[in-house]
């Protein structure tokens, strides 16, 4: 199998809280497992110090020696002090960066000059993704990228563990500060599934270079650092990290033969080991470095997978094109049709505006002639009444005149009762003095007594009574017939179907006609007064 390895000077200021795992910081880091969520992350702190410690531990008895040549208090300092100057001191090396495959300054860059501590990263192996003919990353039967260039994880361990240990031998000039490996940072790919980015050693150091005339005898200088480990050139620092590649890759081979020999199967399956270098072999991917590399790699998939989202969806506008023509000829259809029905609706309107109108002509006409008619009856009506309130009127008088005419009646009554009480009596004492002559006038006496009270009763009493009742039941017809017509009169639609007969005619009643047959027994009173004499 092939691979890569990479030693890099990281830019800017150092990040110790990512590198030590601050938990405050990168448990909210999304690329990192902190809480090794996944099952198989990790990160160690193989070394630590801080800043005051790292520089009590290498310029602390130079920085006493110094202040022990001073002769005045004002021109000594503290380890304080010469921290600052340090940091203040913008002489060094300016902080570069690669533009259109040139090295320029980096105007952006956080400080130029000296630093109090410099960080380059250390890696073995690469995550390049196996890809199919048309340039699709492949996936495992588990979803993971297919990563033919990715050393196993323990591997990566051993060699960098290695590294650290032989580090400080190799480059005495540069003190370490830090020593952090990690191993749990990652994403998830487009299937979702976590995938693990390359094992890397983060190493910060201090650059320490001796034989200062100037203020401390031993002093933080990159350049006389690199220097005193044989670094000359002004291009010392791609010097430097090639020599420690080399004695990565070195490592690297060493490590990658013992596990071999301790996993034979893997052997079987990968093979001897071939490190290549993308920024020098120009065959490969147009000398592309790694980073530049592993960018294309993303954006060559993501190309593809846009393309396929590009043909697919010409593939469905196509389909839409042909199903939108079809629903645009429906639509025209549909519009000629519902023109059509607008045409339709626009006569059915008029037809229906036109028979409204003529409807209402006769409605109005038929309502008016009803009401006319209903108006007609309304005053026979109040005629009727008007002629049954006179009537009654008359009857109530009338029935003053039958009550004197009875009161008249019952007096000739006593009369008649005590006048034939006493022919009664002069009949007893005819009894005895002329039997048949008395029976001869009792007979007619008896039958003149009937007819008499039959004259009284039947003619003065009867008859009125008979006359009364049937102008009441007019009187109530009449009413009831009002009632009718005005409900009419409210409803004139319903008119000529509940007024199937006139108001009730009245006949003023003939009182007179029966008067005289009673008169003829009153002996020339005076009947149209209340009271007799």
């Not at 000039?173 to 390359?198: I, M, P, T």
Request: aromatic letters at 8%; a negative charge; hydrophobic letters at 30%.
């Amino acid at each position: 199998m092939q691979t890569t390895n990479t030693v890099h000077w990281n830019t800017g200021e150092t990040a110790e809280d990512h590198n030590i795992r601050e938990e405050e910081l990168c448990s909210h880091e999304p690329h990192i497992d902190f809480y090794n969520e996944q099952g198989k992350s990790s990160h160690e702190v193989w070394l630590h110090h801080t800043m005051n410690e790292i520089y009590e531990i290498e310029f602390g008895d130079a920085l006493a020696n110094y202040n022990a040549k001073q002769k005045r208090a004002d021109r000594q300092m503290t380890m304080q002090d010469y921290m600052k100057s340090v940091e203040n001191d913008n002489r060094g090396k300016a902080q570069t960066k690669r533009v259109n495959g040139k090295r320029v300054v980096n105007e952006n860059a956080t400080r130029q000059g000296k630093q109090l501590c410099y960080e380059f990263t250390v890696k073995v192996g690469n995550t390049y993704r196996a890809k199919d003919k048309n340039g699709r990353t492949i996936y495992d039967e588990n979803n993971h990228h297919v990563r033919p260039e990715e050393l196993p994880r323990d591997l990566q361990r051993s060699i960098l563990k290695r590294y650290y240990d032989s580090f400080q031998d190799a480059n005495p000039n540069l003190r370490l500060k830090d020593a952090c490996f990690h191993a749990d940072e990652g994403f998830y790919n487009k299937r979702q599934v976590w995938e693990y980015s390359e094992d890397h050693l983060h190493m910060v150091v201090v650059p320490v270079a001796e034989g200062f005339t100037r203020g401390l005898s031993k002093q933080n200088s990159m350049n006389k650092a690199m220097l005193a480990m044989g670094f000359d050139t002004p291009n010392c620092y791609n010097q430097w990290a090639k020599s420690e590649q080399k004695r990565l890759e070195k490592i690297t081979y060493e490590e990658y033969e013992k596990y071999c020999e301790a996993h034979p199967d893997f052997f079987k399956t990968h093979g001897d080991l071939a490190i290549y270098h993308p920024i020098e072999d120009k065959t490969r991917e147009g000398g592309k470095s790694k980073e530049e590399f592993a960018r294309s790699q993303e954006l060559d998939e993501d190309i593809f997978e846009a393309e396929v989202l590009v043909t697919k969806y010409k593939n469905k506008v196509a389909g839409n094109d042909k199903k939108l023509k079809s629903q645009q000829a429906e639509i025209e259809m549909n519009d000629r049709t519902i023109e059509a029905q607008k045409i339709l609706i626009a006569d059915t309107q008029a037809q229906a505006d036109k028979y409204a109108m003529n409807t209402k002509a006769i409605a109005d006409q038929y309502a008016a002639e009803k009401k006319a008619n209903a108006d007609k009856e309304y005053e026979k009506a109040l005629i009727s009444s008007q002629l049954l309130e006179k009537e009654y009127s008359d009857v109530e008088e009338y029935k003053i005149k039958v009550g004197n005419l009875q009161r008249i009646a019952n007096k000739r009554i006593v009369k008649i009762d005590a006048m034939t009480l006493s022919v009664s009596e002069y009949f007893e004492s005819m009894k005895d003095r002329n039997p048949e002559l008395y029976h001869l006038v009792k007979l007619d006496f008896e039958e003149y007594k009937r007819e008499l009270k039959k004259t009284i009763e039947v003619q003065d009493i009867e008859v009125p009574q008979r006359t009364e009742i049937n102008i009441n039941i007019q009187m109530q017809r009449t009413d009831q017939s009002l009632i009718e017509i005005q409900e009419e009169y409210k409803e004139p639609k319903e008119l000529d179907k509940k007024l199937k007969r006139n108001a009730i005619p009245v006949k003023q009643l003939q009182i007179e006609r029966e008067l005289p047959k009673i008169k003829k027994e009153s002996d020339g009173h005076d009947y149209d007064n209340k009271t007799p004499d």
